[in-house]
């Protein structure tokens, strides 16, 4: 029994903003627009908050905001095959929150990154 009881890990997340410097992407995948929109004239947005991780990955996105749900669904699925360098506070590798936003038209085939980091 006592083998099995949880052990406490306290950790801080740090915002980009409280980091030596905002991490530098290593990969990242734009995402298409959603195949169940084209022909259609339809616009959206779509964001995901995400921790990156002490190795640069992305773990834990989530969508906090949704025009529709096929432009959250691009979103999230190229997120999750994003890298990055590891955020670093005090020389050391450190898990940080990052939020973003995407934009989809009709007309580019694909969504457009518009803002990175969250305050």
Known sequence: ???????AEVFKIWKLNELDQIPVPV???RPGYPEAFLGSRLE?????????DETGDVRLPAVVE???VDFAGAAMDAVLQWKFEPPMKDGKPVVALARQRFSFAPSAQEAAPVARGTD
């Open 1 to 7: 029994y006592n083998r099995m009881r949880p052990t």
């Open 27 to 29: 990969s990242i995948v």
């Open 66 to 68: 949704q025009s529709a």
């Open 44 to 52: 959206g947005t779509a964001t995901i908050e995400f921790y990156i």
